[in-house]
């Protein structure tokens, strides 16, 4: 192990890669997971000798064109480049370690709150729910703490029924947080989930050990809900102006769908929950 974030990564994502997947040729069996790191470097047009110590950590400085030649070898998508920069200018996510709050605005609290028939959240880096709508509030009440969207998936056990496409969402679960932790390296708050679910999940062991970035994207979930049944979804994820590290989740159903009809009854299970409360 070389002991630092971005060593970790380049690793990583060297031995996700096979050589047929950069066009070399692969003879024989290999004693190495994954591309050799003279392979990389090869493909990047650097030394071996200043690729490992790139990836050991010894290198603190590299240049815009070996950072691109680099992401170019490891074949890193658009999100996995914006983590290699993090990780190579730590002092360019600053912003992040400055602005992090649990707490969010009242104003949108009021938004979100007369959003009566679709649920909304707004999520923090680290995947915590910060605030729900009455409607999100009732679609997540089959958790016993539905107060952290990773640990809801992998430690609670309603994750396994209500996430139909659960390796999916565990996968997302990781890459998101892996994608805020290149913000913010630093952060109290996401250093104390991966401990968490480091010490209770081996899946989650094994998937952050991949580290996959993947910011949260717009696309369509299939959940099961304990009281209304299955809900094929579509979700959007808007930053929120003000606090850069919050993200608002709003969940919606096609028209005149069975999703529909049945936020219609969920709708009802939340219209119930403020009743009681109200009492």
Same mark, same amino acid.
Request: contains cysteine.
């Given at each position: 192990?070389?002991?630092?974030?971005?060593?970790?990564?380049?690793?990583?994502?060297?031995?996700?890669?096979?050589?047929?997947?950069?066009?070399?040729?692969?003879?024989?069996?290999?004693?190495?997971?994954?591309?050799?790191?003279?392979?990389?470097?090869?493909?990047?047009?650097?030394?071996?000798?200043?690729?490992?110590?790139?990836?050991?950590?010894?290198?603190?400085?590299?240049?815009?064109?070996?950072?691109?030649?680099?992401?170019?070898?490891?074949?890193?998508?658009?999100?996995?480049?914006?983590?290699?920069?993090?990780?190579?200018?730590?002092?360019?996510?600053?912003?992040?370690?400055?602005?992090?709050?649990?707490?969010?605005?009242?104003?949108?609290?009021?938004?979100?709150?007369?959003?009566?028939?679709?649920?909304?959240?707004?999520?923090?880096?680290?995947?915590?729910?910060?605030?729900?709508?009455?409607? +999100?509030?009732?679609?997540? &009440?089959? %958790?016993? !703490?539905?107060?952290?969207? *990773?640990?809801? =998936?992998?430690?609670?056990? /309603?994750?396994?029924?209500?996430?139909?496409?659960?390796?999916?969402?565990?996968?997302?679960?990781?890459?998101?947080?892996?994608?805020?932790?290149?913000?913010?390296?630093?952060?109290?708050?996401?250093?104390?989930?991966?401990?968490?679910?480091?010490?209770?999940?081996?899946?989650?062991?094994?998937?952050?050990?991949?580290?996959?970035?993947?910011?949260?994207?717009?696309?369509?979930?299939?959940?099961?809900?304990?009281?209304?049944?299955?809900?094929?979804?579509?979700?959007?994820?808007?930053?929120?102006?003000?606090?850069?590290?919050?993200?608002?989740?709003?969940?919606?159903?096609?028209? +005149?769908?069975?999703?529909? &009809?049945? %936020?219609? !009854?969920?709708?009802?299970? *939340?219209?119930? =929950?403020?009743?009681?409360? /109200?009492?």
């Amino acid at each position: 192990m070389s002991g630092t974030p971005l060593g970790d990564f380049l690793r990583a994502r060297r031995e996700a890669l096979k050589p047929q997947d950069v066009g070399l040729p692969e003879h024989g069996r290999r004693r190495v997971k994954g591309l050799r790191r003279e392979e990389v470097a090869m493909l990047a047009g650097v030394s071996s000798d200043y690729y490992v110590r790139l990836e050991q950590g010894r290198e603190s400085s590299p240049s815009a064109q070996v950072v691109d030649a680099v992401a170019r070898a490891l074949r890193l998508d658009v999100a996995a480049t914006e983590h290699l920069w993090l990780l190579v200018r730590p002092a360019e996510a600053g912003v992040w370690q400055h602005t992090q709050s649990r707490a969010v605005h009242a104003q949108l609290r009021q938004l979100m709150d007369g959003w009566t028939t679709s649920p909304a959240f707004v999520l923090g880096p680290a995947l915590d729910l910060l605030a729900c709508n009455a409607m +999100a509030r009732a679609l997540h &009440e089959g %958790f016993a !703490r539905a107060d952290n969207l *990773a640990r809801m =998936v992998f430690l609670d056990p /309603a994750g396994r029924e209500f996430y139909q496409e659960w390796e999916r969402a565990a996968h997302s679960c990781v890459a998101e947080i892996r994608a805020a932790y290149g913000h913010d390296p630093h952060s109290t708050r996401i250093a104390e989930v991966v401990a968490e679910l480091s010490a209770a999940s081996p899946e989650f062991v094994e998937l952050w050990a991949r580290h996959d970035v993947k910011p949260k994207t717009q696309e369509s979930k299939h959940l099961r809900h304990p009281h209304v049944g299955d809900l094929h979804i579509l979700f959007s994820a808007f930053g929120v102006n003000g606090a850069p590290h919050q993200q608002l989740v709003v969940y919606q159903a096609e028209p +005149a769908s069975p999703t529909a &009809e049945a %936020f219609e !009854r969920l709708r009802a299970r *939340a219209d119930d =929950v403020l009743a009681s409360h /109200a009492i």
